[in-house]
């Protein structure tokens, strides 16, 4: 159980940082506010998804299909971040 406590930690910390990092942006650039605020809706979509994902109970492997999750969480991370730095 503990992992899974620590995977939902991860996922909210990780995009939870990005939306911060988006609306520091937005703020220091107010003309790139549209770009910032599509940024914190793919981040939030993203953590609907991911979280929905660690609860979902009727997979079969859980072990396997959390390790999924978390290496999703990676990439779409790196993604996300790869945006907010290009803003």
Do not use: C, W
């Not at 660690?54 to 993604?79: I, Y």
């Amino acid at each position: 159980m503990a992992s899974i406590r620590d995977l939902k930690q991860d996922i909210n910390y990780v995009l939870g940082d990005i939306i911060e990092a988006a609306l520091i942006s937005q703020a220091a650039e107010p003309e790139k506010e549209a770009e910032a605020e599509k940024i914190i809706d793919d981040s939030i979509a993203t953590f609907d998804d991911l979280i929905a994902r660690v609860n979902d109970k009727k997979v079969e492997k859980r072990a396997a299909h959390l390790r999924q999750v978390r290496a999703d969480l990676e990439t779409k991370g790196s993604a996300l971040i790869e945006r907010v730095n290009s803003l």
